[in-house]
């Protein structure tokens, strides 16, 4: 594990740069993209249930919910945008700096079990979908899951726009779905547009109602979105910033409201078949999934729905493991390897969701659906009140401040939906307490009650009345003292791993840099052919006596230059053989090329550098 720089997403952080396409759309289309991946949030297995409960239940007349909902989304999704671009900081990043450590490690504990619990959702719903489509068992479909994560990894390496077109196809397979179902349903305009019109039938409409607002804004999509801006290059500029700003609103608008008419979509599929038929109690995707056929006289309306929601559950899950990596490394400013950070994040979905459907049967997969929509609705509060704090702060934002309507709204937003998810997590507690008569467990959930309740206070009145001004100054107004800085003296000893490739160009130039008028350079290259890992030394196989002549020829041009330099071939586990050599020769420096692997053969030879950084005590400069 290390510490990393302040950059989200460091991998892929401005890597995009619009200003280097022409001016007109290419330039616009460049901006769009974070919405996206953020969109796939809002159209997740969890929201299924809910429009599917909805829709079958009372027809049409909970599609203004999800309209407020979306709006209240979009709202929350701009304001995490705004941060992002202006401060130049994540969500995460931003709780570190303002909140105490203590506090700190608690909302990164609570963000962690957030995205866990999203994950599991998604985890269950891509399984209940292949089981739908390909009858395959639930069990077998979570274990499944936990192989797209190497497919994450494969489509960062590709770049963050290739990641993007992945989201951006699996978002329109989802609404391709959902528009031939609504072709096969033949919804009546009229009844639809009357569904926009507010207003509850009844309690229970009520309960869903809070349900779809529920899950609607997701925690993780605030920490998500506040990083993915910055993959875009952005001036630091006035104009620069307010043209960002302006693009990233558009794409919210687009993303959003795309992913409101594939939940509207849900709800109208429901509301159309189910509720016209006097089925009111379809509340499960299984459910949904086996009345659709015979309901609608064609098999592709199932396998439609079933597509949908793996396509849903696959999307949601790739956005879910990068939130993940943003807390991480926002939070604790820590970093560990890409793959163990997904792995880890999968498992913890994985693993439970393993135990249930062995322990207590496949019946309790909803039951674990519902569990994760509670979790996720303890971290929203932790997410939303400080964002609102942040792009409040007039010293922090600037000219870019929101304005006094803004936050209004904003604030009477945020109290809606915690106050609705504080609701669902009391009525959670009261069903838990009814549901136990254990005197110690009861004591234990009231203190988790009173707990929570006193976490929310601090993190709602610390940025007003506690937060101390120099670690706001520290944030965005940095100053060093260079006067008590020595310079580093020059570098003596300076090992070189080379690969007799097309990389040693840049490796030797670099090194001629480096040097100074006393520098020793020490050569060295790993053979890796079959009989030299064998037999080491000992091979004398072709490739080491080349390997062996390319090197004399690497010595004699130093000595042509009168450098001195020394140089060995070396035999085994390159890393190791690397590092070893390094600390013989008591190098101060090494200097390596990139290894030139690609795409799934990065992934499958591992990284050599990556690994080399964390075996050597000395710098390592990596020569492109």
């Known amino acids: 594990m290390q510490h990393h720089s302040d950059k989200s997403l460091s991998d892929v952080h401005g890597s995009v740069d619009p200003m280097k ?61 705004r941060l992002g671009i202006v401060q130049g900081k994540d969500l995460a990043q931003c709780n570190r700096y303002y909140y105490p450590r203590s ?24 399984a209940i979908g292949l089981n739908l489509l390909l009858h ?27 990641l993007e077109a992945f989201i951006i196809t699996l978002v329109a397979i989802i609404g391709l779905c959902f528009w031939i179902e609504m072709w096969y349903v033949k919804p009546e305009p009229l009844e ?4 926009f019109v507010p207003g509850i039938p009844n309690k229970a409409a009520l309960y869903i109602a809070i349900g779809i607002i529920g899950a609607t804004v997701m925690p993780h999509n605030l920490y998500l979105h506040s990083a993915l801006v910055q993959t875009r290059v952005t001036g630091s500029d006035r104009q620069s910033i307010k043209r960002a700003i302006r693009y990233n609103i558009a794409d919210s608008a687009i993303a959003l409201n795309l992913a409101f008419l594939v939940n509207a979509a849900i709800l109208i599929l429901a509301a159309a078949v189910f509720y016209k038929a006097g089925l009111h109690e379809v509340a499960s995707m299984e459910e949904a999934h086996q009345l659709l056929a015979p309901m609608l006289g064609t098999r592709w309306s199932s396998h439609l729905f079933a597509i949908a929601l793996i396509a849903a559950g696959q999307s949601s899950t790739v956005t879910g493991t ?49 569990f994760s929509q509670v979790i996720l609705s303890m971290q929203l509060a932790f997410a939303i009140i400080p964002l609102i704090h942040f792009v409040s702060d007039r010293k922090g934002m600037g000219e870019f401040v929101i304005g006094r309507t803004t936050k209004v709204i904003s604030w009477i937003c945020a109290g809606i939906i915690i106050g609705l998810n504080l609701w669902q997590l009391t009525e959670s507690g009261r069903e838990w307490l009814t549901h136990t008569d254990h005197a110690w467990v009861k004591i234990l959930i009231w203190l988790f009650l009173a707990g929570f309740v006193a976490l929310l206070a601090i993190t709602i009145c610390y940025p007003l009345i506690l937060r101390r001004q120099q670690r706001h100054h520290v944030m965005h107004n940095r100053s060093f003292d260079l006067t008590g800085l020595k310079p580093a003296r020059p570098f003596r000893n300076i090992a070189l791993a080379l690969d007799f490739g097309a990389q040693d160009a840049n490796v030797l130039s670099y090194a001629m840099s480096f040097a100074a008028a006393d520098t020793r350079f020490f050569l060295v290259h790993v053979v890796e052919s079959a009989p030299a890992n064998t037999l080491g030394a000992a091979s004398k196989d072709m490739e080491s006596l080349e390997d062996q002549q390319i090197l004399d020829e690497y010595l004699a041009a130093f000595a042509a230059r009168s450098l001195t330099a020394s140089g060995n071939i070396a035999y085994g586990n390159r890393v190791q053989a690397i590092e070893n050599f390094t600390k013989t020769n008591q190098a101060d420096l090494l200097i390596v090329g990139s290894h030139g692997h690609h795409s799934v053969m990065d992934i499958l030879l591992g990284e050599t550098v990556n690994t080399l950084r964390h075996k050597v005590n000395i710098p390592v400069f990596i020569a492109q």
């Open 21 to 81: 396409r022409k001016a007109g759309w290419r330039r616009i289309l460049a901006f769009l993209g974070p919405a996206y991946l953020i969109s796939v949030g809002y159209m997740d297995p969890g929201n299924w249930a809910t429009d599917i409960a909805g829709g079958s239940a009372f027809g049409y007349s909970l599609i203004w919910v999800l309209l407020m909902s979306n709006l209240m989304a979009l709202l929350l999704q701009s304001l995490s945008a």
């Open 103 to 126: 506090i700190n490690f608690i909302l990164y504990i609570l963000a962690e079990l957030a995205i866990a619990a999203c994950d599991l959702a998604e985890v269950l719903g891509m």
């Open 322 to 370: 990068l939130a993940g990596q943003i807390v991480m490394e926002g939070y604790l400013s820590l970093r560990i390897n890409p793959v163990i950070r997904r792995l880890i994040t999968r498992l913890l979905a994985v693993i439970p969701a393993i135990i249930v459907i062995v322990v207590m049967g496949e019946t309790e997969v909803n039951a674990m659906l519902i």
């Open 192 to 195: 639809v547009i009357k569904g």
């Open 136 to 162: 395959i068992p639930l069990l077998v479909g979570v274990s499944i899951s936990v192989l797209d994560t190497f497919l994450l990894l494969f489509l960062q390496r590709l770049g963050i726009r290739k």
